[in-house]
């Protein structure tokens, strides 16, 4: 079908009508035929745990006909949605080349996988300076639930109670049943929380005490939690709850 208009209002109507049908109908659903090769992106379901691991693969990818993944481990699939099954180690790097009659596209995702024998807690980097460039020292904390007025003190002597020091905590929620998850993260100065690789809160910046509160649904499994903090100067506060409840863990 074609339709140009020169001037003043236009409209078009596509309908259909077939012998057996009393009035003709409006084309509501329709289909194109790419001429562009496919972009290619994919999701899986759990991307933690431990071994052996069932996890379920789809596509995301638009105007693919054709796939090829690659779980990292030796094992391939072309399958569109397929699920793979890791044995041992990890983390592993998955990729998918999603193709058509006019190329292909790859996607690869970094890390994507991790197996291992979980421990309780945060695995948390403390750094000297507010770039998270010059470590001074790793710990196990239960929580995240420190400041310099209340809660649990900072771990002293890697930042003690002075200025100018950076943190990130890095571990993996265990989510008993699917549900909505919401997470609130207070910080005095800025703080950022990672999801699963994605961004949820963004309460960056030089302020005083703020909190911040956002939701997202998580499937029962483990989940990838980042928590990233930095403190100029004055009081420093960091606090990380969510609810209903679940277990932090770390891979030692």
């Known amino acids: 079908m074609r339709m140009y208009e020169n001037g003043g209002a236009a409209v078009v109507y596509l309908d259909y009508k077939t ?97 291992g024998s979980f421990a309780p807690g945060f695995f948390a980097s403390y750094y000297r300076g507010q770039s998270w460039s010059e470590l001074a020292g790793t710990q196990i904390d239960p929580s995240i639930h420190f400041s310099d007025t209340g809660g649990s003190s900072w771990p002293s002597p890697i930042v003690g109670r002075q200025d100018n020091f950076s943190v990130m905590w890095d571990g993996y929620l265990s989510v008993p049943v699917e549900a909505d998850y919401s997470f609130t993260l207070t910080s005095d100065d800025g703080s950022w929380l990672w999801v699963d690789e994605t961004q949820l809160i963004d309460n960056g910046g030089l302020h005083g005490s703020t909190a911040i509160t956002r939701s997202t649904h998580l499937t029962a499994g483990y989940h990838h939690i980042v928590v990233k903090m930095f403190e100029n100067g004055g009081i420093a506060i960091a606090d990380l709850s969510y609810s209903p409840t679940g277990s932090i863990y770390s891979l030692p």
């Open 19 to 115: 012998p057996s049908m009393s009035s003709a109908q409006a084309v509501t659903n329709l289909w194109h035929i790419p001429s562009t090769p496919p972009s290619s992106d994919f999701t899986a379901i759990p991307r933690a745990g431990s071994a052996p691991l069932s996890v379920q693969f789809t596509d995301a990818s638009t105007d693919a006909t054709g796939w090829s993944w690659n779980f990292g481990d030796g094992g391939t699939s072309l399958l569109q949605n397929p699920s793979h099954t890791y044995a041992a180690g990890g983390p592993y790097a998955v990729s998918l080349i999603a193709s058509n009659a006019f190329g292909t596209n790859t996607a690869t995702k970094t890390g994507y996988i991790t197996l």
